[in-house]
C-alpha cells in the first residue's frame, strides 16, 4: 500500500529503546528531512538497546546518540500529538496508548505487529539475528507502506 508521504510520522513501542527508535532511524534515511519523524514509548525506563544500535549500524543508521522518551515527556517537551500526521505503533500497548491520547484528534493510528526481539536468543550471533529481524521486518513495513526511499 504505497501512499502519498505523511508531513510527519510518530513511531512508537514499549520503551522506545528498540523497535521505535529502529523505525525512527529507517525512516530517517529513506525519506531525509522531507517528513518530520520521531519516536516515543509508553514508558522511558531504559536506554536504548544496544543491539538495536548494532544492527541499525549495518545499514548506516547511527543510533548511539538515541535519548530514549516517553509520550508524556513528549508532551512535556512540546511534541503535541495532534501535530501528527500519522502515528505507527509497534506493540500493542503502544497502540492503546496511541489511540487513548488521540481520541479527540483527527489523525491516523496504525498498527505494525513487529518481533520484540528483546530476550530472544542465547548466544550475541543469535540476539543479533533477531534484532535483524524485527529491523528487517520494519524496513518492509515502512517500504510498502511509504514507497521507494528517496533519500540515502
Known sequence: MTAELPQSVLFCCDHN???SPMAEGL????????????SAGVKND????GFSVA????????????????????????????GFD???????????QALELTRYFHLEVEYWPILDPTGLGEGREEKLNAYRQARDQIKARILARFGPPVAD
Open 55 to 82: 544492527v541499525c549500524a549495518e545499514l548506516d543508521i547511527a543510533l548511539s546518540r538515541h535519548r530514549t522518551r516517553s509520550f508524556e515527556e513528549m508532551q512535556a517537551w512540546g511534541d503535541d500529538l495532534s
Open 17 to 19: 529503546a528498540v523497535r
Open 86 to 96: 500519522l502515528i505507527v505503533a509497534l506493540s500493542p500497548a503502544s497502540q492503546r
Open 27 to 38: 525512516m530517517k534515511k529513506f525519506y531525509g528531512t522531507d517528513i518530520y519523524v520521531q
Open 46 to 49: 531504559l536506554d536504548i538497546d
